[in-house]
């Protein structure tokens, strides 16, 4: 097994064995979780690999490939779909040339949408990494991109 | 030589995504200025809210760019925070410390009657805790408004090796967000109020669900957690009482309580077939309170104010206060706190200041993504969960969506199903299936080529899913789509085929 993924998997060891905190724990230090990991975490959590595929595919979060260098998400909950969110996300899909869920090229940013960042009081949304960008206009997208390196 | 001068700016997501985060980048450095970062009050519109001290009180500057800074300094138009309307029309008891303190000062949170509530609860017996909250009449905040005095019995009531109290952070409905000024802006109260529930149920571990879209909310309650633990009140009769954050991975049904269950439990987020319910057999197969973080931080008022006093407040089967948080295309957005019983329109009015600038009325949406519309000819009714139990309707956790002329009612109809669809567990067939099936005639209407018979189609579907889905992901999606196509049949019908 990766000396990484043992390392990591064994901060998170817990009696019952906590699947989704391990994916978690794996995702937050490798930036993805691999395919090719699944049996060695089912083997150090003591579970089955169909266990931890079923918690694997379920949760949105969870990426089986690596992001661009930031990850953008267009927030489409009630209040941003009130405030023009389809418009933001159809712009940023022509700037970027992507779809949902694909990295533009070069690698620099994921596209991507959630379903409520609870900024609704300062919509639309569009959350970049850790940071929230609210009241946004399709006009501003522009200066806020070339903030990211 | 000069002294620097206080002021107070916010550190809530919003506020720093309204702009507070580049205020604060600007000045942090200023020699003048000495920035206090507290929590918001709320008024999200004013955002980003400058204050500053005055004999008279606090004095706010709104929409604050950093070119305003000498007008602050100089004391020059600046308004006294208690005669903003917004706020002041407001009856602020669960968020009577925002814009107040620093979130993480337990000294402040003390001052201001912080822990009064534990320590009366220290005070009583379990039972008499329980009493308490049944003469108060609360009932859970996350949108299933059930008694929480009942819960707490059959909690108590049931003999285990280890029992535990789950604080539902995982705030998902759209359109909501007073869980998440909680959590980053007095998490203490939280704490507080998870302690009381610990006492009274006998209790010995506590876990906060939150959503991983809330990075700064889960970073502010770890640290008040470990502020409390360092001065020794994160205990029960000598004994440590753990409270842990566990984070979430996206999944929306992972705030319907027992897919949040298993979901803390690391497996998938599906929902569980209910009796037995979690106050019986919950986490672990443990009796399990897990109550909505507002319902939480309502507890420590009525241990301190007394069950009494929090009964007298709101209408028959409403008692109390609720917060209700305003977005979409109002004028003003922003959380309000006021009693229950008003009725929609005064909300809309009083408080949300009438549409934004441009905008005409076409619907408000209440209790987020599975909440009903309402049609400008239905904003008499009066906020309480009867009223809305009468007309159909829920107030959830008190969302409220206010849509303009420009919405397109049956691309709306279609998020919702969409969103529905994207969301399901996948554990009842009604809500796996009727919720693809709901969104692909709502495709084929928006694209010119549904039928009539599409629109009954959708009724039937709805039918199916309200009386045969596991929980309320399912049994509510229909309402938002539903009220829709009676409350705007013609533009569904201009788009069918002819």
Request: overall charge negative.
């Amino acid at each position: 097994m990766d000396e990484q993924v043992k390392s990591i998997l064994a901060k998170v060891r817990s009696e019952p064995p906590n699947i989704l905190k391990a994916l978690l724990a794996l995702q937050e230090r490798l930036g993805h979780l691999p395919t090719e990991a699944v049996s060695d975490i089912a083997h150090a959590l003591g579970v089955t690999t169909a266990q931890v595929v079923g918690v694997l595919s379920y949760y949105p979060d969870l990426r089986l490939t690596a992001p661009g260098r930031h990850l953008i998400r267009v927030c489409m909950g009630e209040s941003c779909y009130a405030n023009g969110c389809g418009r933001l996300l159809r712009e940023l899909q022509d700037r970027l040339r992507v779809d949902v869920g694909e990295t533009a090229a070069g690698g620099k940013f994921t596209l991507d949408t959630m379903s409520c960042a609870g900024n609704c009081a300062v919509s639309p949304t569009v959350m970049i990494d850790r940071d929230l960008y609210g009241r946004l206009l399709p006009s501003q997208l522009d200066i806020l991109l070339e903030r990211y390196e | 030589m000069s002294t620097a001068t206080r002021l107070y700016l916010s550190n809530d997501t919003s506020a720093r995504a309204a702009g507070a985060g580049a205020l604060a980048d600007a000045w942090s450095e200023h020699p003048e200025v000495q920035l206090i970062r507290i929590s918001s009050r709320g008024a999200f519109f004013l955002e980003p809210m400058v204050e500053r001290d005055t004999p008279a009180g606090r004095v706010a500057w709104f929409n604050v760019t950093a070119q305003d800074l000498p007008l602050i300094l100089s004391g020059t138009d600046g308004t006294p925070v208690r005669s903003i309307p917004f706020l002041a029309q407001q009856t602020r008891f669960t968020f009577a410390n925002f814009g107040e303190t620093e979130p993480l000062a337990l000294d402040e949170y003390q001052t201001r009657g912080g822990l009064s509530g534990l320590e009366a609860a220290l005070r009583i017996t379990p039972d008499a805790i329980i009493e308490e909250l049944r003469v108060s009449q609360l009932r859970g905040r996350g949108g299933a408004a059930f008694p929480v005095w009942n819960k707490w019995k059959v909690a108590q009531q049931t003999q285990a090796d280890e029992k535990y109290v789950v604080a539902n952070a995982d705030e998902g409905d759209a359109g909501t967000y007073c869980d998440r000024m909680i959590l980053e802006g007095d998490p203490f109260r939280l704490l507080e109020g998870m302690l009381i529930c610990a006492r009274a149920i006998g209790a010995g571990r506590g876990y906060v669900y939150c959503r991983q879209e809330y990075p700064a909310a889960a970073k502010t309650l770890r640290a008040a957690i470990q502020k409390t633990d360092e001065a020794e009140w994160l205990e029960l009769d000598g004994e440590p009482f753990p409270i842990e954050v566990v984070e979430g991975a996206g999944s929306y049904v992972c705030g319907e309580e027992t897919a949040l269950l298993e979901s803390l439990e690391g497996k998938r987020g599906v929902v569980r077939a209910r009796p037995p319910y979690p106050a019986q057999s919950g986490l672990y197969g443990r009796p399990t309170i897990v109550s909505n973080v507002l319902t939480f931080a309502t507890i420590p008022n009525i241990l301190s104010r007394g069950g009494a006093w929090h009964a007298a407040l709101g209408t028959e089967q409403s008692r109390g206060t609720i917060a209700l948080q305003l977005g979409g295309r109002v004028k003003h957005p922003g959380l309000v706190e006021v009693p229950f019983g008003l009725s929609l329109h005064q909300v809309l009015e009083q408080f949300g200041g009438g549409m934004a600038p441009g905008s005409r009325f076409k619907a408000v949406q209440v209790g987020g993504p599975l909440g009903s519309l309402f049609p400008a000819s239905q904003m008499d009714i009066p906020i309480c969960y009867d009223a809305f139990a009468k007309a159909g309707a829920v107030l959830g956790h008190g969302g409220i969506v206010v849509y303009d002329h420009e919405t397109d009612m049956v691309d709306l109809a279609r998020h919702f199903m969409a969103f529905t669809a994207d969301e399901s567990c996948g554990k009842c067939t009604p809500c796996r299936i009727g919720s693809v099936r709901g969104r692909e005639i709502l495709e084929r209407i928006q694209a010119g080529s549904g039928t009539i018979e599409d629109l009954s189609l959708l009724h039937d579907l709805g039918d199916t899913m309200k009386v045969a889905s596991l929980c309320a992901l399912g049994g509510r999606a229909p309402y938002p789509v539903l009220t829709a196509i009676e409350h705007f049949p013609a533009e569904f019908r201009a788009k069918l085929r002819t």
